[in-house]
């Protein structure tokens, strides 16, 4: 059911789960938690990065 979920984008890799992927597929727990970190930066950027863009401006250059 977990995996089902997760397939389903109901449920996120959470540290257990990962830890549990990772000694049933003999790869990293690390490996797994950066998948869910990156699919979760790519789901927000899709989302918000237009608003960003227009409340958030890029610092200037600081002359010494």
Do not use: C, G
């Not at 089902?4 to 690390?30: D, F, G, M, V, W």
């Amino acid at each position: 059911i977990r995996i089902h979920e997760i397939i389903n984008r109901k449920r996120s890799i959470t540290p257990l789960t990962a830890l549990r992927l990772s000694k049933y597929l003999r790869t990293s727990a690390q490996f797994w938690l950066n998948l869910q970190s990156l699919y979760d930066l790519e789901n927000e950027k899709s989302k918000s990065m237009a608003r960003i863009n227009k409340e958030v401006n890029p610092i200037t250059k600081v002359n010494r």
